[in-house]
């Protein structure tokens, strides 16, 4: 399997999260004995902005690329249901005045591959040094077909990354979760493909 190799900043910042640490809690956050419960898309975005409170909080849990951020009391969750921080065409934002998008995700938990692939494609033309797609199996599409189908999808519709581009696809399943990743060599010519990332996930396994 590729190493995971992911870089702790590119053109657009700093990564606000260590790619493995963000799996690994996706992961193990609806566990119920030996097997999982889909969460509610709001469930989903409301753990995601207790993540960015507690990265605020516990600065032990940042990487290197860190540094690269001024200060986490500035930093704000956008998505729909929060009256006070709307979403903008992204699903859920970590924003950083001065900064930007640290975080962009685009979540699809009901529609077939069609409409996933509409979704995936905002995060393709977004600017964010880490973009996040969550979706849910279906008995339509395996985990490796949603992977396949997006990674096609992209490169029908993309023809150009930055270089360090970094991409997760997290897939909720009844039998258990499933993970992928890609960073952007910034080849002209290089194509979009996920690599499964194995689960369940150890900070250790990163590079």
Known sequence: ???????????????????ILLIDKLDQA??????????????????????G???????????????GIRDWTEVKSFYRGNENCREFLIDFLWSQK???TLLACESEMCDKLTGMQH??????????????????????????QIAAGLAGYANDNIHQFVK??????????VEGNHAYWRVASGAAAEAFE??????????????
């Open 53 to 67: 409170e507690d990265l605020r909080s516990h600065p032990e849990s940042r990487v290197v690329g860190y540094e």
């Open 164 to 173: 360090d581009e970094c991409f997760l696809l997290f897939v909720f399943g």
């Open 119 to 144: 979704d995936f494609e905002k995060i393709l033309c977004w600017k964010a040094p880490l973009k996040l797609m969550i979706v849910q199996e279906r008995r339509d599409a395996t985990p490796q």
């Open 1 to 19: 399997m590729k190493t995971l190799a992911f870089p702790t900043y590119n053109a657009y910042g700093s990564l606000p999260i260590e790619p």
């Open 30 to 51: 609806w566990q119920e004995g030996i097997s999982v419960r889909i969460p509610s898309t709001k469930e989903i975005f409301e753990y995601l902005k207790q993540i």
């Open 98 to 100: 001065g900064f930007g």
């Open 194 to 207: 996920f690599v499964e990332i194995p689960l369940p996930v150890r900070r250790s396994s990163a590079a």
